[in-house]
């Protein structure tokens, strides 16, 4: 049976002051924004899903060395299709049919970290979207859902033996924001792919546009990294 072309991008519900300068981290607005276009442009339909039904945006993404005009034109067009997705018809995980999808991609900046790994439904969703054979992709922060995933007929996470990617740990040591994550007690993605038995590959730097697909699994370093993992993602699918 063919999978549906329909994508989920998962978006963190938490959002809560996190940077030095007392802003709050949240979405990081590309992560999910660049996806979105890449999915629509390939003729899926794209919803927006968060644990909770809502969101915050992280307060630096929005700033203009993050944002392409284009991207800026959507930002300030409440009437885009995006933007409507995302203010106005965000779902809650519990609610949707995970058999509707092909394909679930996981969003993020740094609240992710601290909101996925405990995020139940939208780790059940992932699940169910893999068993049944659909792609399960993450970006940046966004794979500290992915050891949640797991293969049903092993046991272990998905990522167990595959190549990934994700925000690098001497990211967050240039970023000044290591000692909070540790504070927090949050995942650093590097560490976690590793315990959950995945090969995990760094760009040659922090910010570098890196994507990986390895099987149904793929996976992006870092904000810049959005539009070629989503890409992959859609070639991914085409080969199921």
């Known amino acids: 049976m ?14 809560f002051e996190f940077y030095d300068d007392g802003s709050e981290t949240g979405l990081f607005y590309t992560e999910a924004l660049h996806p979105y276009s890449v999915f629509a442009e390939a003729g899926f339909e794209v ?6 039904g809502s969101f915050g945006l992280d307060a630096h993404s ?38 509707e999808y092909g394909v679930f991609f996981a969003a993020a900046g740094h609240a992710a970290i601290c909101d996925y790994p405990s995020a139940t439904a939208l780790q059940s969703v992932a699940q169910r979207i893999w068993d049944n ?9 966004g794979p500290a859902i992915l050891p949640y995933v797991r293969d049903k007929e092993t046991g272990k996470p998905i990522v167990d033996g595959k190549r990934v990617t994700g925000f690098t740990t001497q990211g967050e040591i240039d970023l000044g924001l290591l000692d909070r994550i540790k504070k927090d ?33 793929v996976t992006g370093a870092n904000p810049a990294s959005a539009h070629s993992a989503a890409r992959r993602v859609v070639e991914a699918f085409g080969r199921l």
Not at 2 to 15: E, G, N, R, S, Y
Not at 69 to 85: G, L, M, Q, T
Not at 133 to 141: D, F, L, N, R, Y
Request: aromatic content about 4%; charged content about 25%.
């Open 62 to 99: 929005t700033e203009d060395q993050f944002l392409t005009e284009e991207d800026k034109a959507v930002y300030r067009d409440p009437e885009a299709p995006f933007s409507v997705s995302l203010n106005k018809n965000l779902k809650k995980a519990a609610d949707v049919d995970p058999d």
């Open 2 to 15: 063919a999978l549906p072309k329909k994508a989920l991008i998962a978006i963190p519900a938490k959002h």
């Open 47 to 52: 919803d927006l899903v968060s644990e909770t």
């Open 133 to 141: 054979g659909g792609i399960v992709s993450a970006i940046c922060h």
């Open 185 to 217: 007690g949050a995942p650093l993605i590097e560490d976690s792919a590793a315990a959950a038995g995945a090969e995990y590959v760094a760009p040659a730097h922090p910010f570098d546009d890196l994507s990986i697909a390895d099987g149904r699994v």
